[in-house]
């Protein structure tokens, strides 16, 4: 898997971290990040499909 790197603002490691851990929904933050990401990016395609812009192959 490839790594990079990003700077994030404080604020949103802090909210990343209250669902983080024993007691949160994720193992780690980077668990947390990539579910992130996905869930945008699901989101975008659903935008993209209402308006038009994704091909029947995608």
Do not use: C, W, Y
């Amino acid at each position: 898997m490839p790594k990079i790197s990003v700077e994030v603002p404080a604020e949103l490691l802090n909210d990343i971290d209250k669902h983080v851990g024993e007691d949160g929904k994720f193992v780690n933050r980077s668990e947390a990040i990539r579910a992130s990401v996905r869930k945008t990016l699901d989101m975008l395609d659903d935008i993209d499909e209402r308006q038009g812009r994704l091909d029947d192959d995608q």
